[in-house]
């Protein structure tokens, strides 16, 4: 199975950073993570970070929400069976 990378924000700052092309991006409003996708060119887009961790769509995921809820995402993460990559 290939590895799809999700990222878990839809800020500017992670467009610059995020470590390669993703294959979905989440984020906390269905509107910001579709505009997000639609810039980037990103396939799919979740409305909800639990909606992705659900999805069979990713493998790992990139943590870039603020950092006061970066160990969170991560452990949920993890705990849904994504490998994690946090910024």
């Not at 199975?1 to 800020?11: D, L, P, Q, Y």
């Not at 639990?50 to 943590?63: G, K, P, R, T």
Request: aromatic share 10%; proline share 5%; net charge negative.
């Amino acid at each position: 199975r290939r590895a799809a990378i999700v990222v878990f924000s839809s800020s500017s700052v992670t467009a610059a950073v995020a470590p390669s092309v993703p294959a979905a991006v989440a984020s906390r409003s269905l509107d910001k993570a579709q505009a997000f996708a639609d810039e980037f060119d990103i396939p799919h887009a979740f409305g909800s970070y639990d909606e992705m961790l659900n999805s069979e769509v990713c493998a790992a995921i990139y943590v870039a929400t603020p950092h006061i809820s970066h160990a969170q995402w991560a452990i949920r993460a993890l705990e849904a069976g994504k490998h994690v990559f946090i910024e």
